[in-house]
């Protein structure tokens, strides 16, 4: 399998510290080299390595979808951060997710799939994307039959749609690196260069080895042993690309000393950057203190230059829906940089992918709880990144005016906003939750949801966003008076003016917020603590397919409860499900007492996830929920556990 890149992209700096060197003019930042298939072009990092059981790929397994590959991508058990939009592909392959938030099924598609790959480079056809690398792995394994295949069919798609392609070698993990890459682009990628799709550079066929230099176990290599492939490749007559660490320069962070020599041997360099920035200060601080002083270094040598353009992991919530990606797209062309590396085309499971995207809870399964690109509340279409690097590409060509203002609509088109949501209205309370319902809005074209906002005085606060005509508020402040209003958008984004406005109350006295808890198990990070720490987006997830499983809280001392509240957490993505547990009260931790006896208690998204479990006063310091049954998974499962004595 291959390695994510993620556990080397530890190093980021988000302050200006260190010297910071002075712009330089265009002219002399220009590249060394004149236009050709990289210089001066936008190039697209390509993985082509998803593959799904039943697509006919030699590997027969669910390839970097799933990390048991004989079983496909499903709640608890998925490798890829976010859902791809396969509005335009004519198959796919069904996972074990639930369906869309439109009732579609949640398929996924293949990349050892024509079709797929048409689809991709036709995207890049259509979006300035001029030239893909294909990122190959150590193919001496089992991977090896199915990366080639799609090698082939990424020839195919580029030759049809006018784009170009070369042959990236990634080294990580590749032990025998040094004699098999030279072997591999002998007797099999060596003959791709015929084709009139393959890109070149100067006239000579394009290759590039990313990894030399990285300070990680999973690239071990020495500076000789480097510098002699590259010497290689070039004897070969390559125009050699070296994916190099972000500090290359430096031989810190990321980088290890002694390499310079490694680094200075290739007709161009491009430093990794996933991982290194999350914000715009960020980008501007390495556009200071790496990207100029890196052209500083190498234009005097003739070495040209391909920076990283990276969207922001979607997973993690970096894109600011663009702001970033456009930032270093304006950094980059002020600067005099002619050719840029975008990273990535199809990187699903790390979350920084420009392909199509799922643009909101319509268009990903409703138990993923993944990240849609609406996710700051701003929506945008699913082609929005891509859109994006098409404008980005054609200023750093200087085929638009230098702005810093990103000016890529969201959607295209549309200027009317929906009708204004009426009666809203307060259905339910918890001690950190308001729970919302209101009537419908309608609009020319389709209302794409509703932005649930906080109002205090003057100020509105967004909240979150639906696509139903509920929502919960969660993370208030108990024992207080809170106001809110709710707008409907539409797909381009436009708005409509706030509904009425309500106020609530949160009931004050959750006994068990912060206290100590007990369990019988938990699965990976979800431990008890999670159901008391006041967060509705973390829970407690006891060990699967072992029930039963119990959770516990310590309220501090003996005391009379009446009533116990339990929440998922409240986003679509958590489908319906029903939970049979009992409730156990005990005073010395040690023998329990039954309070409630074994029933099911269904939680529904459409109604806050949540569940008030009421029963006569009982004294009892110590309170035990044991799960005996959940229909929506093999688990217990516990958002928040809140006591009260009312």
């Not at 993985?47 to 006919?56: H, L, S």
């Not at 030239?131 to 295949?149: I, K, V």
Request: aromatic fraction near 10%.
């Amino acid at each position: 399998m291959g390695v994510s890149r993620r556990s080397v992209m530890s190093t980021a700096a988000t302050a200006a510290t260190g010297a910071v060197v002075a712009a330089l003019p265009q002219s002399a930042a220009r590249a060394v080299s004149p236009p050709g298939d990289v210089v001066g072009k936008v190039t697209v990092g390509y993985q082509g390595w998803f593959a799904c059981v039943g697509d006919g790929a030699p590997i027969n397994g669910w390839w970097h979808y799933s990390p048991d590959w004989s079983r496909p991508p499903a709640p608890g058990a998925c490798s890829i951060t976010c859902w791809p939009d396969m509005r335009d592909f004519t198959s796919g392959y069904r996972s074990g997710f639930a369906n869309l938030g439109n009732g579609q099924p949640a398929t996924l598609f293949s990349s050892h799939d024509q079709q797929t790959v048409d689809t991709h480079f036709r995207w890049m056809q259509q979006n300035g994307c001029d030239t893909a690398a294909l990122q190959r792995f150590n193919p001496n394994g089992s991977e090896g039959p199915t990366r080639d295949a799609v090698t082939a069919m990424v020839r195919r798609a580029a030759e049809a749609t006018g784009r170009k392609f070369y042959i990236m070698y990634d080294v990580t993990n590749w032990t025998n690196m040094q004699s098999e890459t030279k072997a591999d682009w002998t007797s099999k990628m060596s003959a791709y260069t015929s084709s009139p799709a393959y890109a070149r550079q100067n006239g000579m066929p394009v290759v590039c080895v990313w990894g030399f230099g990285f300070d990680d176990p999973g690239r071990p290599f020495a500076p000789a042993a480097c510098l002699d492939v590259v010497t290689w490749f070039r004897q070969q007559g390559c125009y050699v690309i070296g994916g190099v660490p972000t500090h290359w320069r430096l031989g810190t962070d990321d980088s290890r000393p002694g390499f310079l020599d490694v680094y200075h041997a290739f007709h161009m360099v491009s430093p990794w950057m996933v991982g290194r920035i999350v914000d715009i200060g960020g980008a501007d601080w390495f556009h200071q203190n790496r990207v100029l002083p890196d052209l500083a270094d190498l234009t005097p040598r003739g070495i040209d230059y391909q920076p990283c353009v990276i969207p922001g992991d979607l997973a993690l919530g970096h894109r600011r829906h663009g702001d970033l990606m456009w930032r270093q797209f304006y950094n980059h062309t002020r600067a005099g940089v002619q050719s840029v590396y975008i990273s990535m085309f199809d990187e699903f499971n790390e979350g920084n992918q420009i392909a199509k995207t799922a643009e909101s809870a319509a268009f990903q399964p409703t138990n993923s709880g993944m990240r849609a690109l609406d996710e700051d509340g701003t929506p945008c279409s699913a082609d929005y990144y891509l859109r994006l690097t098409d404008d980005g590409g054609r200023m750093l060509k200087g085929r638009v005016a230098l702005t810093a203002t990103r000016f890529t609509p969201t959607f295209p088109g549309d200027s009317v906003p929906p009708t204004v949501p009426g009666n809203l209205r307060v259905t339910g309370t918890t001690d950190t939750t308001v729970t919302l319902a209101w009537n419908g809005s309608t609009d020319d074209t389709a209302v794409a949801g509703y932005r649930v906002s906080r109002v205090t005085g003057t100020t509105s606060t967004a909240v979150g966003t639906t696509q139903t005509l509920a929502f919960t508020v969660t993370g208030l402040a108990s024992g207080t008076a809170h106001t809110f209003s709710v707008a409907a958008f539409d797909a381009a984004g436009n708005a409509s003016a706030g509904s009425n406005q309500v106020t609530a109350t949160t009931v004050a006295g959750n006994l068990a917020q912060g206290r100590p808890t007990a369990e019988s198990s938990h699965t990976q990070h979800y431990g008890s603590g999670n159901a008391v720490d006041g967060n509705s987006g973390t829970y407690w997830e006891s060990a699967n397919h072992a029930f039963p499983q119990w959770l516990q809280v310590d309220l501090g001392s003996t005391v009379d409860t009446r009533r116990i509240v339990l929440t998922l957490p409240p986003l679509p993505a958590w489908a319906t499900r029903t939970q049979t547990l009992s409730v156990g009260g005990s005073t010395n931790g040690s023998s329990f007492a039954t309070v409630l006896g074994p029933a099911g208690y269904t939680f529904d998204p459409a109604t806050g996830n949540t569940v008030t479990i009421t029963f006569p006063a009982t004294a009892a310091r110590y309170l035990r929920l044991t799960f005996t049954g959940n229909t929506g998974w093999p688990a217990g499962q516990v958002s928040e556990l809140r006591v009260y004595t009312a």
